[in-house]
């Protein structure tokens, strides 16, 4: 069993920066690709980063790149999620996911593990 939990979600303005952490209890966290969805109320989960087992591989959707940064610290097992110029429509409970994939996946449903997620509001 792999569990997962997220922290660094705030109220912040737009422009503002926060930078979320997935903390992953596992001692073969490293066999594990990681990724952040986001929720937004009404709407379904969607995928914003992912990044693989190494860390050599990431991805990210076309809403969020140049302003996101996914990264992870094998030694500590945890995922961190930088996000820059954040605005209002970034709103949502983010979660991170683990998959047995070594890649960066995308799709909700090559992830076998969830956290409960942490709030992120962006004020206009």
């Known amino acids: 069993q792999v569990q997962l939990v997220e922290s660094g979600g705030g109220l912040v303005q737009a422009g503002d920066s926060l930078r979320l952490s997935c903390a992953v209890s596992?001692?073969?966290?490293?066999?594990?690709?990681i990724g952040w969805f986001r929720q937004a109320p009404g709407q379904e989960r969607e995928f914003v980063a992912g990044?693989?087992?190494?860390?050599?591989?990431?991805n990210y959707a076309e809403s969020v790149k140049g302003r996101f940064t996914i990264s992870r610290d094998n030694t500590v097992n945890t995922v961190y999620l930088q996000m820059n110029s954040l605005k209002p429509e970034d709103t949502a409970v983010y979660h991170c996911?683990?998959?047995?994939?070594?890649?960066?996946?995308?799709?909700?449903?090559?992830?076998?593990?969830w956290g409960q997620g942490t709030q992120v509001t962006v004020s206009s």
């Open positions: 596992r001692r073969t966290f490293s066999d594990y690709g």
């Open positions: 996911a683990a998959t047995q994939f070594w890649s960066a996946r995308t799709t909700r449903d090559d992830y076998d593990y």
């Open positions: 990044i693989s087992r190494g860390g050599g591989n990431t």
